[in-house]
Nanobody, 128 residues
Framework: QVQLVESGGGSVQSGGSLRLSCQAS??????????LAWFRQAPGKEREGVAA???????SYTDSVKGRFTISKDGAENTLYLQMNSLKPDDTAMYYC????????????????????WGQGTQVTVSS
């Protein structure tokens, strides 16, 4: 059994910052997974891959968040983070963390269809 639990969402004004956390509370530690990622889905829109990290630390980001968002992990605390700076109203969405033993590249990130494990989501709302 695997349980990923996100936290850290909230409401901020444009230009503000939030840090999302995703803790693997049940199941393997993050060292087991080759790919850790963040996705988001806004109302009426398709799910979008935001950021991903391979086991070796290689990261990738969707163009709209490059330079503003940073994905990282704390192995000791078994927690994945998404630091979000310079937030914009277009960043408003439900954010999900995901994990899989397969490499991000082989999963086809930013596609999310292949990921095996997902959190329940945390809402981020950015007002102008």
């Amino acid at each position: 059994q695997v349980q990923l639990v996100e936290s850290g969402g909230g409401s901020v004004q444009s230009g503000g910052s939030l840090r999302l956390s995703c803790q693997a509370s049940i199941g393997p530690t993050y060292s087991y997974y080759n790919c850790l990622a963040w996705f988001r889905q806004a109302p009426g829109k398709e799910r979008e891959g935001v950021a991903a990290m391979e086991r070796d630390g290689t990261t990738s980001y969707t163009d709209s968040v490059k330079g503003r968002f940073t994905i990282s992990k704390d192995g000791a605390e078994n927690t994945l983070y998404l630091q979000m700076n310079s937030l914009k109203p277009d960043d408003t969405a439900m954010y999900y963390c995901a994990a899989d033993p397969v490499k991000c590249f082989d999963l086809g990130f930013p596609r999310g269809s292949g990921f095996g494990y997902w959190g329940q989501g945390t809402q981020v709302t950015v007002s102008s």
